[in-house]
């Protein structure tokens, strides 16, 4: 008789390879956003990893930009869980002036320790911007804007990575990124969305000489 443990780990893994994986790594994405080249891809051209995310934003490109540019840990904070990629420090509501300047080569932290992050590639200003681990890793991030006929604006997000499982640390990073990665990142995405929106919004009713009050939390 089989183990029940060996079928639970058979059904699990089914269940997750045939079809949790197939859906989180292509979250909100039309197949537009899948075929569209994004920077980067040629980076790293077979990925073990290879995630496309995309949400729909109500705002304008340069409406949701400096959302990204002030993103990374002890700066803006993920927009995400900030217990577990913040240290338990919320993520900024407001777009914070002295974190608007970002150059190539600098660096995003991802978490606490020196070094320990992703560098800016490459970037065009309210379009898109790459963040890559350097020539050893070759693991890419591309944040990229998209207008629609709408006037609201695709945002989406790639990595690419090429773990293997051959390397023990490059198997934990896969583990990594394929248990938690979706969460944050799904999360991270909606609240990038909600900002951008409330502030386009709030931009919107200044313009035509109205106060704008937030609304209170019961």
């Not at 089989?2 to 079928?7: D, F, G, L, T």
């Not at 780990?9 to 537009?32: C, D, N, Q």
């Not at 990594?176 to 009713?205: H, N, T, W, Y």
């Amino acid at each position: 008789m089989v183990p029940i443990v060996i079928v639970a780990a058979v059904v699990i893994a089914v269940a997750f390879f045939g079809l949790y994986r197939p859906w989180h790594l292509k979250w909100g994405a039309t197949s537009e956003d899948l075929a569209r080249s994004m920077p980067g891809d040629g980076i790293v051209r077979r990925p073990s990893f290879n995630a496309t995310r995309v949400v729909t934003v109500n705002a304008r490109p340069e409406d949701i930009w400096p959302w990204i540019v002030q993103i990374g840990f002890s700066r803006a904070g993920w927009y995400s869980y900030d217990l577990f990629d913040n240290l338990g420090r919320h993520s900024s509501e407001r777009i914070v002036p002295e974190l608007q300047h970002l150059e190539i080569g600098d660096l995003v932290p991802l978490g606490p320790g020196e070094g320990s992050g992703m560098f800016v590639k490459e970037f065009v200003l309210n379009r898109w911007m790459l963040w890559w681990t350097g020539k050893d890793g070759q693991t890419t991030w591309a944040w990229g804007l998209y207008p629609t006929s709408s006037g609201a604006t695709r945002l989406v997000t790639r990595v690419r990575a090429p773990f293997s499982w051959r390397q023990p640390v490059s198997a934990v990073w896969i583990l990594l990124d394929e248990v938690a990665d979706f969460p944050m990142m799904r999360k991270c995405l909606l609240g990038i969305k909600r900002r951008a929106e409330a502030q386009a919004a709030a931009d919107s009713i200044r313009a035509l000489g109205v106060p704008y009050l937030p609304a209170r939390t019961p």
